[in-house]
């Protein structure tokens, strides 16, 4: 499948993304004209817009939008802020979204955007200025309806109700479902924050259980303590495994016998940082990832497990928290060492399937307790790991190809149904 693509390729998320699809469909059967739709995002929008800084100097900031399908319902997809956004970025995003949305059964399709900047330069006023007028200049692509924005990297709850209150300013109205991921005071949802790393905590509980491997005292190193990865450690030590090492860009941290996380936590909150926690040792990240466990979940960036570093992964199983942080030439050396993958389409689902009960409160004007969102996300959530599952059992094919042709059918299906409008 993927053994063709150079570095260059293998690191590249779209191309990563299109090597899966394209096996999967392969798999499918699907026919040509499906192929074609599905391969490539409906809509590009790419956006250059002026800012006026702090110090009066104007700067030109580039933006973008792209929507894979909408087959399903509205597009779905985060806005993140980085120096290194980029289109294939986004188009690879994009289709995951597609088809984690499927995965899951949720109606809406995949869309992402973000902005080429340096967040950690900017102030708080910049920050307003540009998420403002970049909302302005993609407006009439995005709305409850049509396209809804979440938080992603370097973007958080503030981040969205800034573009929730500019569409709302130019539609004359409070439109809070325009966006997902907000403060609870304007439509936020109870249980969202929290959902990506539930998720991640109940597809590992479930395979587990197919594993037929004790939860307690199961040994767990996650890469990346932000939003998802330290709610996951949270969660998963609650339920009684160990997190034995957290790696972190700046550094790691490793303790055989247990990381508290919930201290951590509270330590970088305090320290803006994990270095210098008592309770571990310092280690280094990048050993960390290849470091004996029984769960690795890499929580961070795309591209964390490759061709360079997979064949000295020595975890029992790979949940991905992270989007796209194994490439499909590290899938094959993984499958060979018969790892088992859940897969990120899968894996860090909770996080929009959250986002979609987001959407559904504002849109009825009425909101749910955080037992009832937990509720109905472990449910679907392990309702999905079974489907996918069950998906690779019947087709004989690893987990992440079965979770992309459980997608493609669903939204192929969905495609087929509507039919065509020429």
Known sequence: MASTLTLEQEINPWEAQAARFDFAARKLNLDEGLWRVLRHPSREIIVHFPVQMDDGRIEVFTGFRVQHSQARGPGKGGIRYAPDVSLDEMRALASWMTWKCA?????????????ICDPKKMSAGELERMTRRYTAEIIDFIGPEKDVPAPDVNTNEQTMAWIMD??????????????TGKPLTIGGSRGRREATGRGISVVCDE???????????????IQGFGNVGSNAARLMQEKGYKVIGIAEYEGGLYNPEGIDACSLLEYRQRNGTVLGFRGAEAADPVELMTTECDILIPAATENVITSRNADRIKARIVCEGANGPTTA????ILADKRIFIIPDILANAGGVTASYFEWVQDRQGYFWKEALVNDQLDSILAESFDDVVRYSEAHAVNNRIAAYMLAIDRVAFTIRQRGFYA
Do not use: W
């Open 166 to 179: 500019t569409y709302s300013m130019h539609m004359r109205q409070a439109v809070t479902s325009v966006v």
């Open 329 to 332: 030439v590290a899938d094959e």
């Open 103 to 115: 995965v899951v059964n949720i109606p809406f399709g995949g869309a992402k955007g973000g902005v």
């Open 207 to 221: 395979a587990l259980k197919h594993l037929n491997i004790q939860r307690d005292g199961c040994k767990v190193i």
